[in-house]
């Protein structure tokens, strides 16, 4: 009876016996298969999660690009320096409460002490500048996806400033680290300044645009070439591992094992060096012609390449000031100064061209058909028209176009302008065509358009009256235009009437020498050329302004050299006027702006330049000279010696209708009568 009772128990344990033997089944398949799919599905993904413990991924800067003059000058390079980082968040080892279990390797924030001990290191400028490198640790650090990543905190250290550091290393932690990196140089300083531009800090807005091709505490280019250039200038960069401990220190002999599981290195790729086409020597003759005036700018261009040979702004900053912190006292001063240095005059600003502008005048008074350019106007110094003078600058008697360019005659213009042989649609067709009105395509430092008004323009700002049409046929009144635009206009009338486009970049190379990019003249097709019998007569006219005894710069003609060009006194607003005093003795704010445009060798020009002096009074005067200065520099250095005619010594420089003929026989060139050949 009790066997059979058992022999029923037994029965009745079967079920459960095989149901755990069905769980036990699954639970070993799911193991099985857990298993599976971590060495082998996923196997080769936790292997790299591995090797991220003993594996540290260092960046390796790549040199930026240098930036040279057309003679092979350095305008921006490199120096060695030292770039300090810090791991907001970094890895650290957390005892265990219970002393049979390890440490445990966890994430920590830095604490406000280890940062402060770390800024006590460094040499600040300034409250701001402490506070700066405080705040932008302790808002990584609170980032818990990036504040895992070393981040550069300070560029540039200095000798002391590292060695600091270093003496604290062991005091301070793994979160500090000092890396090789390199810092820009530029050696020609203040002189280039807003060529070259300067390298700062990526902003957060940068970052954000970048779409993770930068990283924090990144250099780029800010203005200049630096910024208009940065992808071919940055160069990629390139990586390199080492083996570490748990603590993240680098391990001095690592197994052979760990040594074979480094990714491969990557070399970083130097970015490609630029080749500009300003000439240094000249550049520094541009610059050493404003001595004693505080503001202007000049440019100097070949005018039949557009090909930039000079381009000052003055003044500047030196642009190596940007690779350190600023003192906030330093940056505020020059953002008060009335000079303004941090504006590029060749192209950031726009004036008024004054009489510069009469050439564009002229070529639109001769597309009317009923223009006489021989018909003479009597200027007895102004003319009435709306209830008020407009004046000139003294009593010319009857002058017709010719003369009116050479002494720049006001009332001649305003004349034809209230005969509306010179409207405002008449004006600003021409002007457009000329290249004002818009950017030269430079692009550069956010170059700005200028103004060219209209009717509709005037009518929308409420200020239209016949009135500006006069202002507007002198230069004045509501048309401003850049010195580059002056530049490329006066370039045009020298080439036969086509308007360049402007190029700085002669060439990019790789850091092996090889050619990446060559710039080629770009003549404007979307404008139409200057008639060459209008250019001519204009042409002729410009020689008069500077060899002509009447002409407005015929005290500043050079004894060898036949130039063209046209002087221009702008006259400054009503609201400068009422704000205006005297900043320093040199710096009068009630004298007008002084210009002055010219190309030569006047039959075969090489050079055209355009001058500016802000309040610089009379052009003939204060801008005059500085053209001149660049003139003679540049045409005194030519190996040609057909390119620029020489007047032999006591010679009168030519009339208006005479040209100069190079190779005349034992006493040199000769006085020759003009053909009708386009200069």
Not at 15 to 44: D, H, K
Not at 189 to 201: D, H, K, N, R
Request: charged share 25%; with cysteine.
């Amino acid at each position: 009876m009790s066997n059979l009772q058992r022999s029923e128990d037994l029965r009745a344990l079967v079920p459960r016996l095989q149901a755990m033997s069905v769980v036990a089944t699954l639970i070993f398949v799911a193991l099985l298969g857990r298993l599976c799919q971590l060495q082998i599905l996923e196997g080769e993904h936790y292997t790299r999660r591995a090797e991220r413990n003993f594996i540290d991924e260092v960046v390796v800067e790549a040199p930026r690009g240098r930036i040279f003059s057309s003679g092979g000058d350095l305008l921006a390079t490199n120096r060695p320096a030292y770039t300090l980082y810090v791991t907001p968040r970094p890895r650290v080892q957390i005892e265990s409460e219970d002393p049979n279990k390890p440490p445990v390797g966890a994430r920590v924030p830095l604490e406000d002490g280890q940062i402060d001990e770390l800024a006590g290191l460094i040499d600040f400028v300034d409250e701001a500048d402490h506070d700066a490198f405080v705040d932008k640790i302790r808002e990584r650090r609170g980032d818990e996806k990036n504040g895992i990543y070393a981040l550069a905190v300070r560029s540039n250290l200095s000798w002391q400033e590292y060695a600091r550091i270093e003496t604290r290393r062991e005091a301070l932690g793994e979160w500090v680290e000092i890396r090789e990196s390199a810092r820009r140089f530029y050696p020609r300083s203040e002189l280039v300044a807003f060529l070259t531009g300067y390298v700062g800090e990526i902003t957060p807005d940068g970052l954000a645009q970048a779409a993770g091709a930068y990283r924090p505490g990144d250099r780029v280019g800010k203005t200049g070439i630096e910024r208009q250039w940065e992808n071919y200038l940055r160069g990629r960069l390139g990586r390199r591992s080492r083996v570490v401990d748990v603590h993240g220190r680098a391990v001095a002999d690592p197994p052979a094992d760990a040594l074979a599981a480094l990714p491969l290195e990557e070399s970083p790729i130097p970015g490609q060096d630029i080749h500009l086409t300003i000439d240094l020597e000249l550049q520094q003759v541009a610059a050493n012609a404003f001595e004693g005036k505080p503001a202007g700018a000049v440019v100097a261009l070949e005018p039949q390449t557009g090909r930039i040979l000079a381009m000052v702004s003055v003044p500047a900053i030196d642009p190596n000031r940007w690779q350190q912190p600023i003192p906030q006292e330093a940056y505020r001063e020059w953002a008060e100064s009335p000079f303004k240095p941090f504006i590029d005059r060749t192209v950031q600003e726009h004036f008024f061209p004054g009489s510069t502008y009469k050439v564009v005048s002229s070529l639109a008074a001769l597309d009317d058909p009923t223009f006489d350019p021989e018909r003479e106007i009597v200027c007895d110094g102004y003319v009435k028209y709306g209830g008020r003078k407009f004046k000139c600058t003294h009593k010319h008697g009857p002058v017709n176009l010719h003369q009116a360019i050479v002494q720049s005659c006001n009332v001649y213009f305003y004349t034809l302008a209230m005969e509306d042989v010179l409207s405002l649609e008449r004006q600003e067709i021409f002007a457009r065509r000329t290249g004002l009105g818009e950017r030269t395509g430079l692009g550069i430092n956010s170059e700005t358009k200028g103004r060219i008004p209209t009717e509709a323009f005037e009518a929308r700002e409420g200020t239209y009256q016949r009135g500006v049409q006069l202002n507007s046929a002198i230069g004045q009144g509501n048309v401003t235009a850049t010195v580059l635009q002056i530049a490329v206009l006066y370039a045009a009338i020298a080439n036969g009437g086509q308007v360049m486009t402007p190029f700085l970049v002669d060439r990019i190379e790789t850091h092996d020498r090889k050619l990446v990019f060559a710039s080629t003249p770009q003549v404007r097709r979307d404008l139409e050329a200057i008639v060459n019998a209008d250019r001519q007569r204009i042409h002729q006219a410009l020689i008069g302004v500077v060899n002509d005894p009447l002409g407005t710069a015929y005290s500043e003609r050079l004894p060898n050299i036949t130039v063209a060009g046209k002087t221009g006194t702008a006259q400054v607003g009503a609201a400068e006027r009422r704000q205006a005093g005297i900043v320093r003795p040199e710096w009068d704010t009630t004298k007008d702006h002084a210009w002055f445009a010219a190309y030569a060798p006047a039959e075969r020009p090489r050079i055209a330049v355009a001058a500016f002096v802000e309040h610089g009074g009379v052009g003939a005067d204060a801008a005059a000279p500085i053209a001149m200065k660049v003139i003679e520099h540049y045409l005194s250095r030519t190996d040609d010696p057909s390119a620029a005619p020489i007047r032999p010594a006591g010679e009168p420089p030519p009339l208006p209708g005479q040209r100069l003929d190079a190779g005349a026989g034992p006493r040199g060139p000769r006085l020759g009568q003009l053909g009708g050949k386009s200069p």
